[in-house]
């Protein structure tokens, strides 16, 4: 562990060493190795990381530094970076702090000389308006300075003039005393002094007035040179950086970096999710939920197309020359969604004015670890929850939570080729996961036979209706019917698992969206979502995996990738990345943005293949693309969503009571109202009262079915059932009000169906066949 020696470092030289540096409660204080050179002090896991992999560099330039006892000291940035070190002996604790002191002035001393003196104020680079602005009202405020300073002097002048005269006059009436001969020459002398005295005062002050007056003469002047300097410094300075990203880019691009999926012409039976988060902030952590940047790069770039293909469309990606061919299917400048036959605006029903609060979120503290720690390794489902970790909605309202951006689907309907189509889709799925980026907490589970209507026939020209179908394993059966020329149906199940550091979300299921016009039919599931930090720290959640959106109709597809979040990667955070190509596997666009903000889109124009990878023989596509155009975009959340669980506008309205709904609405549901309230403790106590009644129909249930089967079994059955109420297998004889179990012509799978009825009995208000579940 120990050392050699190093000398007393010198100004300017490189300095390195081993330290401790403290990364968390769990590893403590962990070996690393420093770097200190050019101002910068960088640390390494390893010395054999030096050449390719840097854990972390902090500006001495900026930095402060202390020393807290013998051998511990830290330094700081301002609370960016904060490294916290300890040396093996106050000697080197030493060593290190005459290095870094050192290495600090030296770095403060060039950067002074390398900035303007106008430079003193810090200014982004990028803000080339604003920082404009700050620049000339620094000039300003320099020369109103330098003209208040100049009246300085001129009152003194005054005041030299007025004391300098009284002076002589002074001196003057002492002449006329008579004195001996050594006196009156003595006043003589003084009377000379200060007669030179004033006259140099006053040409120190018309000194300064005449700069004053050339200051201001020539200020504008020198205003707009400078401004004229700092600009082409800014247009220079983003250059500069534009350059150095693009370089690194392609450096990427063509050293290491992975080809497309071969498989994505293919089609898929299922979405890709990724097990595991690659979210902790912590860069000490060896376990697979971390990796560098390297090993998370995109599949492909975009460049910038050649202008001449502005005007002309196709793009050809099966070699790595490509001819530019026409495409009838092509997009022209004018909008996507465009489309002459669309109806004209009817006259409609006033729109119904819905809520935009919901009482404060009441502030309840309780330890979530010390609920879940018994419970690792189980169903999420399974896990005994108060209703302090949850959101005062159920799962089925989160479900329908999937529309808040439906007016995507109706661009999409309106779109003449299926290959634009396909965008909107692909925005839509993306969409889905926007509102769940300060979500942490945890909706109701459904009862079964519950369920939640959605009328916005009115609004956005949608009903939907979910039910839950299944209790164990946790089902439920969507359905949305538009009057805008689209159909959406999914039956979505939960698997989750709790790790102790992480909760893993699987989504299990496929969503269904259907087109009138075109019939084109897409299938796509869902990604898996993490929760982190469930043992210390602030909550947080990524979206993670792969995503494929199949046209089945056209064999046109939209291979998306969530890209988990990682500590080392220069992507943005909760990046999304996506090609749309068709049957044959030809780019047609390519989709980029973050889940939780927006997506845009790019046509291709033209691609080829870049640089191999040695360790893997793969190649990564470089497509030609025309201008990226916005998509999607998240909507702002409502004022004061911080305090009302992070709710969108429409989440806020899932929840506020309606009438003529089905008895078995989540409305409905106490326990859930009670939380909405802020009366926790009643809606605890209601929570555990509708739990209980539920296991006690489901045992009754049971009874009932094993009467019905075998009769001679039904003791044993009966004893099985006390002893583990929410072991029994799926669905034991449950049959749906609204939805049946039926053969996807498409998938092949066995999903659930919307089999009818529902509006018409709301129509009717003829809720006799719903069961009391609440």
């Keep these: 562990m120990s050392e050699p020696k190093a000398p007393a470092p010198a100004p300017g030289d490189t300095y390195k060493g081993w330290l401790f540096k403290w990364t968390n409660y769990i590893k403590g204080y962990q070996r690393r190795w420093f770097v200190l050179s050019n101002g910068l002090l960088s640390y390494y896991r390893t010395q054999a990381e030096m050449g390719h992999t840097c854990r972390g560099t902090i500006n001495l330039a900026t930095a402060n530094i202390a020393v807290e006892d013998s051998c511990n000291f830290v330094i700081s940035n301002g609370g960016a970076q904060t490294y916290h070190l300890k040396a093996s002996s106050e000697v080197e604790r030493q060593r ?3 290095a870094l002191e050192l290495a600090k002035a030296k770095a403060v001393r060039m950067q002074a000389e390398s900035d303007d003196s106008g430079d003193d104020c810090p200014t982004s680079p990028t803000a080339s308006g604003q920082g404009g602005t700050s620049r000339n009202s620094e000039v300003q405020s320099t020369l109103r300075t330098l003209g208040s300073k100049v009246e300085d002097l001129s009152t003194c ?7 300098g005269s009284a002076l002589q006059r002074s001196l003057s009436e002492l002449e006329g005393v008579k004195l001996g001969g050594e006196t009156g020459d003595k006043i003589r002398q003084v009377t000379e002094r200060a007669t030179l005295f004033r006259i140099t005062s006053n040409a ?33 300075e983003e250059t500069l950086e534009q350059l150095a990203k693009q370089h690194n880019h392609l450096e990427r691009a063509f050293r290491g970096a992975t080809v497309l999926p071969s498989s994505q012409s293919k089609p898929a039976a299922d979405s890709k999710g990724s097990g595991s988060g690659k979210g902790d902030v912590s860069d000490e952590d060896d376990e697979n939920e971390f990796f560098d940047a390297m090993e998370d790069v995109q599949e492909f770039i975009t460049v910038p197309a050649d202008p001449k293909y502005h005007r002309r469309s196709g793009s050809n990606v099966s070699g790595i020359s490509s001819e530019i061919g026409m495409d009838d299917q092509s997009l022209d400048e004018q909008s996507l969604a465009s489309n002459p036959e669309s109806p004209q605006p009817q006259e409609l029903e006033p729109v119904k004015k819905r809520r935009t609060r919901i009482p404060d979120k009441p502030n309840y503290s309780l330890n979530l670890w010390s609920i879940m720690k018994n419970c690792i390794g189980k169903e999420l489902s399974k896990i005994p929850m108060p209703v302090n970790f949850n959101e005062p909605i159920s799962m089925l309202q989160r479900l329908s939570e999937d529309l808040e951006y439906s007016e995507l689907l109706d661009k999409a309907a309106k779109c003449q080729s299926s290959l634009e189509q396909l965008c909107y889709v692909a925005a839509f799925t993306v969409s889905s996961y926007s509102t769940t980026v300060h979500r942490t907490g945890k909706p109701f589970n459904p009862l079964l036979g519950e369920t939640f209507e959605l009328d916005r026939i009115q609004e956005s020209g949608y ?39 992480y909760l893993s979300i699987m989504p299990l299921g496929t969503i269904h969206c259907i087109f009138e016009k075109s019939n084109n ?62 049957k044959e596997g030809k780019a047609h666009y390519v989709l980029s943005g973050t889940w939780d903000e927006k997506m845009e889109f790019s046509r291709v124009m033209q691609s080829s293949r870049g640089g191999e990878n040695g360790t893997e023989g793969r190649q990564k596509t470089v497509y030609q693309t025309l201008k990226a155009r916005e998509l999607w975009r998240k909507n702002p959340l409502p004022e004061g969503a911080e305090t009302m669980y992070y709710f969108s506008s429409l989440a806020l309205t899932l929840n506020e009571s309606e009438d003529g709904v089905a008895p078995t609405d989540s409305r409905l549901r106490p ?58 297998t799926h669905q034991d004889n449950y049959k749906p009000l609204w939805f049946e179990r039926c053969d996807d012509p498409v998938s092949g799978e066995a999903t659930f169906t919307y089999s009818g009825g529902y509006w018409e009995a709301k129509d009717q208000c003829s809720w006799e066949q719903c069961p009391d579940i609440f």
């Excluded at 599931?525 to 089945?552: A, C, F, R, Y």
């Design 96 to 98: 290190w702090i005459t």
């Design 157 to 163: 002048n005054d005041l030299i003039a007025k004391h």
């Design 671 to 728: 326990d859930q109202r009670l939380m909405e309230q802020g009366r926790w403790e009643e809606a605890n106590a209601e929570k555990q009262r509708l739990e209980e009644k539920q296991r006690s129909v489901r045992r009754e249930r049971e009874r009932e079915a094993a009467r019905t089967t075998n009769p001679t079994e039904e003791a044993v059955i009966e004893d099985s059932i006390n002893d583990s109420p929410l072991k029994s």
């Design 521 to 582: 039919h897409y299938t796509w599931k869902k990604v898996t979502t993490t929760v982190h930090n469930i043992i210390v720290g602030k909550l947080w959640i990524d979206q993670s995996g792969e995503i494929d959106v199949v046209n089945h109709k056209t064999g046109d597809r939209c291979h998306l990738k969530f890209a988990p979040y990682s500590y080392f990667s220069r992507d943005v955070a909760r990046k999304v990345t996506g090609v749309v190509t068709d």
């Design 463 to 501: 009903r939907s209706l979910c039910e839950q179908v299944s209790h164990h394993p946790p089902a439920a059966a969507h359905h949305v019917i538009s009057e805008r020329g689209w159909t959406l149906r999914q039956e979505i199940a939960l698997a989750s698992k709790f790790r102790g550091k």
């Design 204 to 236: 120190m002050i018309n000194a300064c007035r005449d700069f004053l007056a050339l200051a201001q003469a020539h200020s504008k002047r020198w205003q707009k040179a400078l401004q004229a300097e700092r600009e082409q410094r800014v247009r220079l």
